[in-house]
């Protein structure tokens, strides 16, 4: 086999398996940061050896029985092995098994080593961003750079956070458990944040080749819908499972033949999955049945929403979406947000008033990808066809997915060629 063939075999285990393989260390070991440690150790091994042995038939248990051997090696230097071994003695079912989430649960218990890793990641004593990075390090198997881009923030300071949040949670001896009842609101924004961000990156991938990674949203989902279990009477936990149910549903046309990605506009709409539509839906009564108003997870489904239900691009309501957005941005001021809310704008307004928009954030945003891709296809819709080229292949040099970039030259090219032929 290939080095290039295994390297990318090994990344993309490690992207699916990194949560569940450091939880399920961290269970065994009671120390957060020396699973991680063990569990980078293990991924090492892996890349110096598949090249030769080829991928193991079960990847995940092979990286895990690796990081529990040396976790094995270092009690035995510290003469505390006796006390751990029966911890060890677990087999690796859970990496070959994938069980239903039920739809009812003990709210005080939960059996789910990613969860409890997620609980702990999340813990007040860390900083909010710190909380995000070490989470999506550990849960979402996400690169430092993934994380510098989805956050908007340098790598070096990435780094930094992680280390610092390790190093903190060592420090306070955080156990390996759900909070209880009393300490869970304190963490609840930061879990919701994290299962968003591991969504998106399952949604539309921060990188590589493929603009979908379907396994990684579906194990967001699962982790929101264990969540609801754990806190019935959370209301922004039923919206965050309607915004992914919404946005799942897509995925079927998200992609064509060459797995290229589709916009929303050009999607096949008799390929969405309506039984998910159907579940985003029912989350989002379920959310709104507690009179409590809709917070950003209510809003954001309120939208998705909006376009779930749309029969066709054209029928989609625009106005209600620019409406939610201003909500949105009252509720949690963000570029980000604004950038969304122009989009809507150019479907209402034009795309000459959505440019102006646009162009405010540009310093924000300057290193964001969607804003020179939006920009490009306002101009466009503009008849500016030079400098809409300019800004799509502009998005397209940014960093980011590779399948993306592809569509954005090709786009690039199409409007070039078009503004040619009309002089």
Request: aromatic share 6%; with cysteine; net charge negative.
């Given at each position: 086999m290939s080095e290039t063939t295994s390297t990318r075999a090994v990344e993309a285990v490690w992207r699916g398996e990194?949560?569940?393989?450091?939880?399920?260390?961290?269970?065994?070991?009671?120390?957060?940061?020396?699973?991680?440690d063990l569990a980078q150790d293990a991924l090492l091994e892996a890349l110096s050896g598949w090249p030769r042995t080829g991928i193991p038939d079960n990847p995940g248990a092979w990286l895990l029985a690796v990081a529990k051997r040396r976790a094995i090696d270092g009690w035995r230097r510290r003469e505390r092995l006796t006390a751990r071994e029966s911890l060890m003695a677990d087999d690796l079912r859970a990496f070959q098994e994938w069980d239903a989430v039920p739809e009812?649960?003990?709210?005080?218990?939960?059996?789910?080593?990613?969860?409890?890793?997620?609980?702990?990641?999340?813990h007040p004593v860390l900083s909010a961003q710190a909380r995000l990075a070490l989470t999506l390090r550990t849960v979402a198997g996400l690169t430092t750079e993934q994380i510098a881009r989805m956050l908007l923030m340098t790598v070096p300071a990435v780094q930094q956070r992680i280390v610092r949040a390790k190093r903190?949670?060592?420090?306070?001896?955080?156990?390996?458990?759900?909070?209880g009842r009393e300490e869970r609101p304190a963490r609840l924004a930061s879990v919701l944040q994290v299962i968003y961000l591991l969504f998106t990156e399952g949604y539309a991938a921060g990188d590589g080749e493929h603009p979908i990674r379907p396994d990684v949203a579906r194990e967001a989902v699962r982790l929101a819908r264990q969540l609801a279990a754990l806190m019935p009477r959370e209301p922004e936990v039923y919206a965050l499972i309607a915004v992914m149910e919404f946005q799942s549903s897509r995925f079927a046309s998200r992609v064509d033949s060459a797995g290229l990605p589709i916009t929303l506009a050009d999607q096949d709409r008799r390929r969405w999955d309506r039984s998910a539509i159907s579940r985003g839906s029912a989350a989002l009564a379920t959310a709104r049945s507690f009179d409590r108003g809709l917070g950003y997870y209510g809003l954001q489904a309120s939208v998705a929403q909006c376009h779930a239900l749309a029969p066709a691009a054209g029928?989609?309501?625009?106005?209600?979406?620019?409406?939610?957005?201003?909500?949105?941005?009252?509720?949690?001021?963000?570029?980000v947000v604004r950038l969304n809310r122009a989009v809507a704008v150019s479907m209402v307004e034009g795309p000459e008033v959505a440019l102006r928009q646009v162009d405010e954030l540009a310093a924000e945003l300057d290193e964001f990808r969607p804003l020179h891709a939006v920009r490009g296809e306002l101009l466009a819709q503009l008849g500016r066809g030079d400098a809409a080229?300019?800004?799509?292949?502009?998005?397209?040099?940014?960093?980011?997915?590779?399948?993306?970039?592809?569509?954005?030259?090709?786009?690039?090219?199409?409007?070039?060629?078009?503004?040619?032929?009309?002089?």
């Amino acid at each position: 086999m290939s080095e290039t063939t295994s390297t990318r075999a090994v990344e993309a285990v490690w992207r699916g398996e990194s949560g569940r393989i450091v939880a399920a260390l961290t269970r065994h070991t009671g120390d957060f940061g020396w699973a991680e440690d063990l569990a980078q150790d293990a991924l090492l091994e892996a890349l110096s050896g598949w090249p030769r042995t080829g991928i193991p038939d079960n990847p995940g248990a092979w990286l895990l029985a690796v990081a529990k051997r040396r976790a094995i090696d270092g009690w035995r230097r510290r003469e505390r092995l006796t006390a751990r071994e029966s911890l060890m003695a677990d087999d690796l079912r859970a990496f070959q098994e994938w069980d239903a989430v039920p739809e009812l649960g003990d709210p005080d218990r939960i059996d789910d080593d990613v969860l409890r890793l997620v609980f702990i990641a999340c813990h007040p004593v860390l900083s909010a961003q710190a909380r995000l990075a070490l989470t999506l390090r550990t849960v979402a198997g996400l690169t430092t750079e993934q994380i510098a881009r989805m956050l908007l923030m340098t790598v070096p300071a990435v780094q930094q956070r992680i280390v610092r949040a390790k190093r903190t949670l060592a420090e306070a001896d955080v156990p390996f458990e759900v909070p209880g009842r009393e300490e869970r609101p304190a963490r609840l924004a930061s879990v919701l944040q994290v299962i968003y961000l591991l969504f998106t990156e399952g949604y539309a991938a921060g990188d590589g080749e493929h603009p979908i990674r379907p396994d990684v949203a579906r194990e967001a989902v699962r982790l929101a819908r264990q969540l609801a279990a754990l806190m019935p009477r959370e209301p922004e936990v039923y919206a965050l499972i309607a915004v992914m149910e919404f946005q799942s549903s897509r995925f079927a046309s998200r992609v064509d033949s060459a797995g290229l990605p589709i916009t929303l506009a050009d999607q096949d709409r008799r390929r969405w999955d309506r039984s998910a539509i159907s579940r985003g839906s029912a989350a989002l009564a379920t959310a709104r049945s507690f009179d409590r108003g809709l917070g950003y997870y209510g809003l954001q489904a309120s939208v998705a929403q909006c376009h779930a239900l749309a029969p066709a691009a054209g029928d989609t309501d625009w106005p209600r979406i620019v409406r939610l957005y201003d909500a949105l941005e009252s509720l949690s001021p963000s570029p980000v947000v604004r950038l969304n809310r122009a989009v809507a704008v150019s479907m209402v307004e034009g795309p000459e008033v959505a440019l102006r928009q646009v162009d405010e954030l540009a310093a924000e945003l300057d290193e964001f990808r969607p804003l020179h891709a939006v920009r490009g296809e306002l101009l466009a819709q503009l008849g500016r066809g030079d400098a809409a080229a300019h800004a799509l292949l502009a998005a397209a040099d940014l960093p980011g997915n590779g399948a993306e970039a592809t569509v954005l030259r090709r786009r690039a090219s199409e409007v070039r060629e078009s503004a040619q032929s009309e002089l």
